[in-house]
């Protein structure tokens, strides 16, 4: 086994005790920390993300080191991931596609938010290069990941009847209002 993918395998089975305890009973992956610093909220969230991607490739068939993976293996955990969100996607023939806030219930899927997705494959594309993995191997920062987060995106934000950008923009015009009434009283 490479150094590279030992480092995953042993952060799955918690025999790497050269680095910070932060839950209870269990060592940390390689994300080190001082005694007296405490890993931050993204750091743990990252070393969670980056155990639960390690443990997917263990249980993939046939199970996969992390220097084997691919952009394909981590569009395959995005698609495998999805079955645990919780944000309503509308499909094109629900009377519902294109609106917001809809009035009644519909059997469209959940599924996972864009905006995490992206925070996601963030996190995961800085531990790969924390864990020994090259900038220029890294399987996170591909362009079918990226396009495969653009179609997410678009898809998500037509079934919901809000672009992200128009979302932006009116988040700031209602700052600007909001400017504008504080300088008028």
């Excluded at 390689?30 to 005694?35: I, S």
């Excluded at 678009?154 to 009847?161: F, I, Y």
Aim: hydrophobic content about 25%; overall charge positive; some cysteine.
């Amino acid at each position: 086994m490479d150094p590279f993918s030992e480092t995953c395998y042993n952060n799955l089975h918690h025999q790497d005790h050269s680095f910070a305890t932060v839950e209870s009973g269990s060592s940390s992956t390689n994300f080190p920390a001082t005694a007296a610093t405490t890993p931050s909220r993204y750091e743990n969230q990252k070393r969670r993300d980056w155990n639960t991607f390690c443990q997917y490739l263990k249980n993939h068939h046939p199970p996969l080191f992390i220097s084997q993976c691919s952009g394909a293996n981590v569009l395959e955990f995005l698609c495998y991931i999805d079955q645990f969100g919780k944000t309503k996607v509308h499909n094109l023939v629900c009377p519902f596609y294109g609106h917001p806030n809809p009035p009644a219930p519909c059997p469209c899927p959940l599924r996972q938010a864009w905006g995490s997705l992206d925070a996601l494959i963030g996190r995961l594309r800085a531990a790969y290069e924390e864990n020994g993995g090259s900038p220029e191997t890294n399987p996170f920062g591909v362009r079918s990941v990226r396009l495969y987060l653009r179609e997410v995106r678009d898809v998500q934000s037509k079934a919901r009847g809000i672009s992200y950008e128009k979302k932006k923009k009116r988040k700031r015009l209602a700052h600007q209002a909001d400017d504008r009434h504080d300088h008028e009283t």
